[in-house]
């Protein structure tokens, strides 16, 4: 508050007045700066992205690699397997022992009729160990 001598009052006596600022409205912000200001965002953004961008394609190219490697080994259990079509094998998964006929192999699961009849689908993930 900005405070003054009154000098118009009568009698010649000095009273001191407050008087308030009248709030100015803000100033507009010209066009060509909000583009700017945009731009430098976008900017920003994009160069995040980038790193983001990256840093996933670090990530996806080791396990790439890693699928590869089991991929590997999981052809190794697939020539085994081919070795021991139509004998009996038992497979162990996460579910327990599976006992019984290997009938057939397919690119991601190997079938097996179990001695009393029923067929067992088991996907090649699912296998633990073969006897």
Request: charged share 25%; glycine share 6%.
């Amino acid at each position: 508050m900005r405070r003054y001598w009154n000098r118009s009052h009568p009698n010649d006596c000095k009273v001191i007045k407050g008087k308030r600022k009248h709030k100015h409205a803000k100033k507009s912000i010209p066009v060509l700066s909000k583009l700017s200001r945009l731009r430098w965002r976008l900017i920003k953004s994009i160069s995040q992205i980038k790193l983001q961008l990256r840093r996933l394609t670090m990530r996806v190219n080791t396990l790439q690699k890693q699928v590869e490697s089991s991929y590997g080994a999981r052809g190794n259990v697939i020539a085994y397997l081919r070795s021991r079509l139509n004998t009996r094998i038992t497979i162990e998964t996460p579910a327990g022992p599976i006992f019984g006929t290997l009938v057939s192999i397919g690119e991601d699961y190997i079938q097996i009729t179990e001695p009393n009849g029923s067929i067992a689908i088991i996907p090649q993930r699912g296998i633990l160990s073969i006897e």
